[in-house]
């Protein structure tokens, strides 16, 4: 997709936990809180909250109200997306949940960027939200067993981003891509980059080859959540295609954590961490004009435990969405 | 939402289990299934195989190819939305995933509807499923404890709908309206009725009003799955609110079953019923000219396990499709 007036982006805001605060990234944040459960009574309530949190800073970096925002598409990993349900309820915005697992933060700008281009709406926000204590326990194991983490766990990140679109502001949303579903059978839990490299593999050649672009057109490729093993997945598969990736390609899971300093095995992970470094880190680094051309690939894998107990391989999947600045772009 | 350009019901498939096809919608099926467990090892296996067979039915009917459909929205109950998931693996069409529980068919449709009408893409399906068995042991009980239900209970549907969205077919989507979540602290969850009339009541209220328009406008108003409990808080609430909607409304999950003879206690539920309901019965007596105006307000409740332990509320939500033909339309 090619959006002829493209929607801009008027307003982001990150949030994120403690180990999010003590990463290379801090600075980034809008906000940090050093309480993992945000002073609520559950992690489930917390993750809820970080999702409240980032609306109400990416709306207050927009100048806007609840009100003035057509629509909110927002999704979580948690099952049946309760974190953005509670977390957006008191907002009173038309809500579209969405599910994308990890992949959701491009998901939800897609969704979001359509609304606004197609005059469907004047304003629309997307926001997604991650937390280490709430997915361990529902996807793994309680975190009360200690258990040990394997090399190529990545760790979930505890953080949320949102970014609200309109018209006026520096960064644009040019192109988007949806992708497909991809499952080539990878079965281990503890190596999600491993099941969705082949996805971001898949949407980054589509996209590239759709616009007749190659890497050396970018300032930066960044995907989310690949991690170590993923990205050297994904930088490899491309190389058998003849792309050449290395240059300019890094991964949120890789940027978020100091990985010789801070315990998270082969990476970052969860839906809030590339909405996180999105919304914190990169948008930053395009408004001060040091990244003029984009493109953010966030990748989820779409299984549960469920589907994990039945025997079913890990499907994955990677939305594309290109963001420019005036600066380069046309 | 108006549609300046109305997208079309190309195609449409509505696949249902024994229970449904012992209901008094039988023979709108396209297909029911004698084995709930449609031959595969697991309910959740069966689940999935409903919507794959939902989409190859409204693609036969549409005369198209997987190839030939630009985007597929899809949602169900389970966590992570793997019905979705690996239902549709195999069709490889650029997918999205949605969340909205029960109301995840208008929802699907309403997105499907956004990108024809916005010409994002020609062709864009929407589908959705849910399993009794699934649903049961995800949601409530395992079904081996026998557990008594309560006269308030609504009968999880097995039974998938999909649409294929394009130009040229008779029935037009026309208006469009998302909803906002509602929660007014019910927080019992084998009543979903009650917990959902308050987002079907404001939801409906907003559109007749968006429109200028009143229930004598259209041939049927119709909810999904609020059951008897339910359509009987609606009825009411919108009556204090001046509106009468006695006349022309109906509810998907008091249509699928007779309850005279089918053990379903306050109706159907689970975004299966609405939607094979929409996509079965509905679509057809739109096309034989029974129906020219309706209202399609598919209603869910936003909650899982988790919220429910942990003592929330059971917030609702829903969305609502005004679909038109010629025979009376503009």
């Known amino acids: 997709m090619e959006f002829q007036t493209p929607p801009t982006i008027i307003g982001h805001g990150a949030v994120g936990g403690r180990k999010e ?33 980032a609306v109400a800073l990416a709306l207050h970096n927009a100048g806007l109200k609840p009100a003035q925002i057509d629509f909110i598409f927002a999704g979580d990993l948690l099952n049946q997306c309760i974190s953005s349900t509670f977390g957006l309820l008191n907002y009173q915005i038309p809500f579209l949940g969405q599910y994308g697992a990890c992949s959701t933060m491009a998901q939800t700008l897609l969704m979001a960027a359509i609304m606004v281009e197609s005059a469907a709406g004047n304003t629309a926000a997307a926001v997604t939200s991650s937390h280490f204590c709430t997915a361990e326990r529902q996807f793994r194991t309680p975190l009360e067993y200690g258990a040990q983490r394997t090399p190529t766990a990545q760790w979930t990140a505890t953080a949320s981003g949102c970014v609200v679109l309109g018209k006026g502001g520096k960064v644009k949303v040019t192109r988007g891509l949806a992708g497909k579903i991809v499952d080539l059978g990878v079965k281990d839990p503890a190596n999600m980059g491993a099941a969705m490299a082949p996805a971001a593999a898949d949407s980054i050649y589509q996209f590239l080859s759709d616009t007749s672009t190659s890497p050396k057109d970018y300032d930066g490729i960044f995907t989310g959540d690949l991690g170590e093993v993923g990205t050297k997945l994904l930088l490899g598969t491309l190389r058998d295609n003849g792309v050449d990736l290395s240059k300019i390609h890094n991964d949120c899971g890789l940027m978020l954590y100091d990985r010789e300093k801070q315990d998270v095995h082969a990476g970052g992970s969860g839906c809030g961490c590339s909405a ?4 914190g880190h990169l948008l930053r680094r395009m408004e001060r004009g040091e990244l003029a051309n984009i493109l953010f690939c966030a990748t989820g894998a779409l299984m549960s435990t469920t589907s994990q107990q039945q025997g079913e391989a890990i499907p994955g999947i990677c939305h594309v969405i290109q963001l420019t600045t005036e600066a380069r772009g046309s």
Chains 1, 2 share one sequence.
């Open 21 to 53: 605060a003590q990463g290379p990234l801090a600075a980034d944040f809008d906000q940090t809180f050093d309480d993992t459960a945000l002073n609520t009574q559950s992690w489930e309530k917390a993750e809820a909250q970080l999702q409240k949190e």
């Open 276 to 279: 996180s470094v999105l919304c």
